[in-house]
């Protein structure tokens, strides 16, 4: 059987391809959507970094706080005996800070637990060599007791002695027994101090601007030891929480160098903070400004640091930097 081909067929006719004005569109709708994925993956890496640097903030603020309440609530405190003034033995006892004796600021007057020195940012303001001076417009804070727990003699340690009537100070691990009930109690003296500063231990030398950090100078076997706190602290304020009548409750809140501090009890301390992020992030505005609670300041225009800490055209709270500003009060053990 013989088989014909089928002319009648329907024919294709020859093949074409995409038209360059439909590649053209193709590429438009594929730039479109690869922009909107780098724009949803850039600013969720924003947002992540946002939220990371807020966090840090918080828990930086979180671990200072912890650090510092503990320390002030038991300002005055003399173990057994309430009164720091009853302390005696001041004058044999020696603390030291890089070979000076400092032994009339760090233990010449018990009888003032706390003291606050408000903006003290002059040379010498803060013992112990080299950070003796604060971050400009900073309160520093000192705080005198004793602590918490009773200790063992420890000849390396200055130590009180203390009991209802009065208290000794002593450093050769002997307890001065005589004249002391059966009573008494040995306790560490505690001797801290507050401040900030313009540099941090971790500074970038790369960085535009210095990070500043909170440090504490404190005493250990006799000796003040300066170490670093916290990054990324700007400034720290105190008001004091006065009772001018002695009614037991707290009547106003001042500034430490306000006169009536002399002459009422001191039953609240009022911390306030500014902190910022450790990294920087371009391009953010800074949405100051941060009123601080001393009113002096309220009038002073931001103090300008540069790197290298000189006065420069910078400004004291740079942009680039998220911060949050924090108030807390502490009532003290009185």
């Known amino acids: 059987m013989k088989i014909f081909p089928?002319?009648?067929?329907?024919?294709?006719?020859?093949?074409?391809?995409?038209?360059?004005?439909?590649?053209?569109?193709?590429?438009?709708?594929?730039?479109?959507?690869?922009?909107g994925a780098v724009t949803v993956y850039v600013q969720s890496k924003m947002n992540y970094?946002?939220?990371?640097?807020?966090?840090?903030?918080?828990?930086n603020i979180r671990f200072v706080m912890d650090t510092i309440e503990p320390d002030?609530?038991?300002?005055?405190?003399?173990?057994?005996?309430?009164?720091?003034?009853?302390?005696?033995?001041?004058?044999?006892?020696?603390?030291?800070?890089?070979?000076?004796?400092?032994?009339?600021?760090?233990?010449?007057?018990?009888?003032?637990?706390?003291?606050?020195?408000?903006?003290?940012f002059d040379v010498g303001a803060i013992p112990c060599a080299p950070n003796t001076v604060a971050r400009p417009n900073s309160?520093?804070?000192?705080?005198?007791?004793?602590?918490?727990?009773?200790?063992?003699?420890?000849?390396?340690?200055i130590q009180l002695l203390s009991d209802l009537f009065h208290g000794e100070l002593f450093r050769n691990g002997v307890a001065p027994l005589a004249g002391f009930d059966a009573g008494a109690q040995i306790h560490d003296l505690v001797v801290n101090v507050y401040y900030v500063d313009n540099n941090s231990n971790n500074q970038d030398p790369a960085a535009r601007f210095l990070t500043p950090s909170l440090r504490q100078k404190t005493l250990v076997n006799g000796v003040m030891?300066?170490?670093?706190?916290?990054?990324?602290?700007?400034?720290?304020?105190?008001?004091?929480?006065?009772?001018?009548?002695?009614?037991?409750t707290v009547d106003s809140y001042?500034?430490?160098?306000?006169?009536?501090?002399a002459t009422s009890t001191v039953m609240a301390i009022r911390l306030w903070m500014l902190v910022r992020a450790e990294i920087e992030e371009f391009g953010y505005g800074d949405p100051g400004p941060y009123p601080?609670?001393?009113?002096?300041?309220?009038?002073?225009?931001?103090?300008?640091?540069?790197?290298?800490g000189a006065p420069g055209p910078a400004t004291l709270y740079p942009?680039?930097?998220?911060?949050?500003?924090?108030?807390?009060?502490?009532?003290l053990r009185n």
Not at 319 to 331: A, E, S
């Open 225 to 248: 030891t300066d170490q670093e706190i916290m990054p990324g602290v700007e400034n720290l304020q105190i008001q004091l929480g006065l009772d001018t009548n002695e009614s037991g």
């Open 292 to 308: 601080a609670p001393d009113r002096a300041l309220a009038l002073l225009p931001d103090f300008p640091i540069i790197p290298g």
């Open 139 to 157: 309160d520093v804070l000192a705080i005198r007791h004793a602590s918490s727990r009773v200790m063992p003699a420890n000849p390396n340690q």
């Open 72 to 120: 002030l609530r038991l300002t005055g405190y003399w173990g057994r005996n309430k009164n720091g003034t009853l302390v005696g033995n001041t004058a044999g006892v020696q603390v030291f800070c890089t070979g000076a004796d400092i032994s009339g600021w760090a233990i010449g007057n018990l009888g003032q637990g706390i003291q606050v020195l408000d903006n003290a």
């Open 49 to 59: 970094r946002t939220t990371d640097n807020v966090s840090r903030i918080q828990e």
């Open 6 to 35: 089928n002319f009648n067929l329907p024919s294709h006719g020859p093949q074409r391809g995409m038209t360059l004005i439909e590649l053209m569109t193709s590429m438009t709708i594929g730039i479109f959507l690869i922009a």
């Open 319 to 331: 942009d680039g930097f998220r911060r949050l500003q924090v108030t807390k009060t502490i009532f």
């Open 254 to 261: 001042v500034d430490p160098s306000n006169p009536a501090v």
